[in-house]
């Protein structure tokens, strides 16, 4: 069977949530108040980037100048990486952070090749424009993770999904293997989902060694 690895961006490749660093340095109000609406499920994920971000008046080229050596990759993501490149996995990232900045932490690191499905930004005077386009071409205002690991599925693959966060949790429940750190560790050892646990990435390539 052909597998898939499905992984996350902010808090699982890279430690920190780069959008929260750059809508606490470029957000003109209070983008805080719209994540505790979005953590209590009062406004869906697509509600909240859109309402954050267009809080951002600066371009892109500041944007990417600001993050620019500062956002720190969790440990063992380019052992990852090649692993999967030398068993024929294929390697995706389905990120709900917009695929700007991924794209450039993964060139500046030189991982530019690898597949990024995640929010698209329109930068525009009265704000950036962010939303969800699912592998349809259909705009989303939720469920982003979930349409694509439903479409991973549906052509044939076994997808080891990895992530860290809330958003994580429904996507993870269609993996045939997940690994998981934070919300969704805590979730998956509260609902007794089956799941391995990691800190570093490298802790993925030793379990992945012994499926």
Partial sequence: MKTLIQCDFDGTISKEDTSFFLLDTFAQGDWRELLQEYKEHKISVGEFNARAFAMVKADKPTLLEAIKGKIEIRPGFHELVAYCSMKGFRFVIVSHGPAFYIKAVLKEIGLENIEVYAAQASF????????????????????????????????????????????????????????????????????????????????????????
Avoid: M, T, W
């Fill in 124 to 211: 525009r005077p009265g704000g950036i424009r962010a939303r969800y386009i699912g592998p349809d071409g259909k705009q989303l205002d939720n469920g982003l993770k979930e349409a694509y690991i439903k479409l991973f599925l549906k052509q044939g693959y076994r997808v080891i999904y990895i992530g860290n966060g809330g958003s994580d949790i429904l996507p993870a429940k269609y993996a045939h293997q997940v690994f998981a750190r934070g919300e969704l560790l805590a979730y998956c050892r509260e609902n007794k989902i089956k799941c391995k646990p990691f800190d570093n990435l490298s802790d993925v390539v030793s379990a992945l060694e012994l499926l």
